[in-house]
């Protein structure tokens, strides 16, 4: 089972507007969530995270929301820029766990 | 940039044929790992390791097996590779598990099993 969930595979937004990436999880113990950004033919780079003890982390133009009611994490990127065109992996773990767990991937294309 | 080297970073084989990818990092983290990348999969966790002669099997780990001799070398070997086995393999290193921190990524070795 996914333990993490990504239900959207593809985005595509204005440049200028605002991207919403959205993301579920189903484990309860999770308490760190991370988003990592992915070109092709690279490995993922890391974007931003969140501990289970704040709702909002901001870095520049992305922010990450956590709901830990409805186990839901969202990243906004305002603006939207043509560079940000690329595939977005949310992931999580326990504090308590050695894994990383992600889910299958946004891929998000951003019209000039 | 965590110094995250793997080898080969393409490679077509057989199947039925042994297989081994390499990652090397020069990082000095204690912990690494083996992920595989596919299409409506995202990225798979097949074993990891938490320190030298450490590891422990992921969510994928039929197939394959994992040894680490030293902290900077985390072997994945396919000891008879199948064409379900081609995919896009991923290591990656941390310093502290899931207790927080990141993961950094080397730039994938593309298997090809025909």
């Known amino acids: 089972d996914q333990q993490v969930k990504q239900n959207s595979p593809s985005l595509s937004v204005q440049e200028g507007r605002i991207s919403i990436l959205n993301c579920d999880y189903t484990n309860s113990m999770f308490d760190y969530f991370l988003w990592y950004k992915k070109y092709p033919a690279e490995g993922p780079t890391f974007l931003i995270s969140?501990?289970?003890?704040?709702d909002k982390n901001e870095d520049g133009r992305f922010t990450v929301f956590l709901n830990k009611s409805a186990k839901h994490l969202s990243l906004h990127i305002v603006p939207s820029q043509p560079g940000d065109s690329a595939v977005y992996f949310c992931?999580?773990?326990?504090?308590?766990?050695?894994?990383?767990?992600f889910g299958t991937g946004t891929s998000l294309t951003v019209i000039p | 940039d965590a110094g995250i080297t793997q080898s080969p970073r393409h490679k077509v084989t057989e199947t039925g044929t042994p297989v081994t990818l390499r990652c090397h990092q020069t990082e000095n983290h204690r912990y690494m790992y083996w992920y595989r990348q596919d299409p409506g999969h995202g990225l798979r966790l097949i074993h990891y390791?938490?320190?030298?002669?450490?590891?422990d099997k992921g969510e994928v780990s039929d197939g394959y097996s994992v040894s680490r001799s030293k902290t900077e070398d985390f072997l994945l070997t396919l000891e008879s590779a199948t064409s379900s086995q081609t995919s896009v393999y991923f290591c990656?290193?941390?310093?502290?598990?899931?207790?927080?921190?990141?993961?950094?990524f080397g730039e994938g070795s593309r298997l090809t099993v025909l």
């Open positions: 990656a290193t941390g310093t502290s598990g899931g207790a927080g921190g990141e993961l950094f």
């Open positions: 390791s938490y320190g030298v002669k450490d590891t």
């Open positions: 992931a999580a773990s326990a504090h308590d766990g050695n894994q990383f767990y």
């Open positions: 969140i501990s289970s003890i704040k």
